[in-house]
């Protein structure tokens, strides 16, 4: 009879081993992917500050191209125009395409 109940302890111990091993493993699985999440977290608020800084950017170039200033330069840098009365001076050699 003693051998019977040493069986039933040593697979009652296993159980309980095996279950707290799964336990373990599942929780340090858990930390582990809770500090992989945190890291994307941290570097999608940095891409989302990079974003919102090109974004200003952005919609300071959109409104000094709205600017009267703005279309001038276009005007004479890219287009060749001249307002009445100027004259245009090119050098010698000067591509004629803008």
């Given amino acids: 009879m003693a051998k019977k109940t040493r069986t039933k302890v040593n ?4 159980i309980i081993t095996l ?3 799964y336990v373990v493993c599942h929780l340090v699985y858990g ?3 809770i ?3 945190k890291l994307q977290q941290r570097q ?3 891409d989302l500050d990079a974003a919102y800084v090109t974004q200003s950017e952005l919609q300071a170039d959109l409104e000094y191209m709205r600017s009267e200033d703005a279309i001038e ?3 004479r840098e890219r ?3 001249v307002k009445d009365g100027e004259i245009l ?4 050699g000067a591509s004629q395409t803008p």
């Fill in 11 to 14: 697979t009652k111990r296993t």
């Fill in 73 to 75: 330069e276009i005007a």
């Fill in 19 to 21: 279950v707290a091993v």
């Fill in 44 to 46: 999608l608020a940095q």
């Fill in 89 to 92: 001076i090119r050098r010698a």
């Fill in 79 to 81: 287009l060749g125009l």
């Fill in 35 to 37: 500090v992989d999440l």
């Fill in 31 to 33: 930390a582990c992917s």
